[in-house]
């Protein structure tokens, strides 16, 4: 069974850092990964999405990498603006369907 | 919110009494899921389909069932609630459920049941 574990839970720094927040998955059996991003009392957001025979994918300030073999993901957020407070989820697919398997988030925030 | 609609927003129904969450699209997407989310247990997928007629189960679909009767609306009905749905329900689409398609989600329906 597929397990997704993001680290660490809850990150707080200030604004104008460059960070990386780290998702990591069992099964490597992977179809796709998805970044979201979800606001309090809001659905999620899609950031990003990286297929299996992809390695990276950049959106803005946002770059997000795959390495299968490790089971790793990291989501690389430039320049934090207090706008990018949020918590992000990282969640992957197995073969067909886009049945996704979430992780339970890094809620992030960037202080003023 | 990439056209979906979820209702109601928030619900408090009791114990043993039929509720059904709607989710509505407008996006003429062919994959439809309901996920609820719980502190501790993140995201888990309830039910999907993948067309008009067309369901499967999730991880933890008992007590719960759908139906999809046309391409824009989605039903989650739980037959006789408990205390252990209550949770936030997700609504999410895809268009074709490929790799490179991604998820989109609604903004949920916050279900309490006492």
């Known amino acids: 069974k597929q397990e997704v574990t993001q680290i660490p839970a809850a990150l707080s720094v200030p604004e104008g850092e460059n960070l990386v927040l780290n998702c990591s998955f069992t099964d490597s059996a992977i179809y796709n990964l998805q970044w979201f991003r979800q606001d309090p009392g809001k659905g999620l957001t899609s950031l990003l999405l990286?297929?299996?025979?992809?390695r990276e994918q950049t959106s803005g300030r946002l770059n997000a990498s795959l390495d299968k073999s490790s089971g790793r993901s990291t989501l690389y957020i430039a320049a934090s603006q207090p706008g990018d407070s949020a918590t992000y989820l990282c969640?992957?697919?197995?073969?067909?369907?886009?049945?996704?398997?979430f992780g339970q988030g890094t809620r992030l925030t960037i202080n003023p | 919110d990439a056209g979906i609609t979820q209702s109601p927003r928030h619900k408090v129904t009791e114990t043993g009494t039929p509720v059904t969450l709607r989710c509505h699209q407008t996006?003429?997407?062919?994959?439809m899921y309901w996920y609820r989310q719980d502190p501790g247990h993140g995201l888990r997928l309830i039910h999907y389909?993948?067309?008009?007629?067309?369901?499967d189960k999730g991880e933890v679909s008992d007590g719960y069932s759908v139906s999809r009767s046309k391409t824009e609306d989605f039903l989650l009905t739980l037959e006789s609630a408990t205390s252990s749905q209550t949770s936030v329900y997700f609504c999410?689409?895809?268009?074709?459920?490929?790799?490179?398609?991604?998820?989109?989600f609604g903004n949920g329906t916050r279900l309490t049941v006492t």
């Open positions: 999410a689409i895809s268009l074709s459920g490929g790799a490179d398609s991604p998820l989109h």
């Open positions: 969640a992957v697919s197995g073969q067909g369907a886009q049945k996704l398997v």
């Open positions: 990286i297929q299996s025979s992809q």
């Open positions: 389909s993948y067309g008009v007629k067309d369901t």
């Open positions: 996006e003429n997407h062919r994959y």
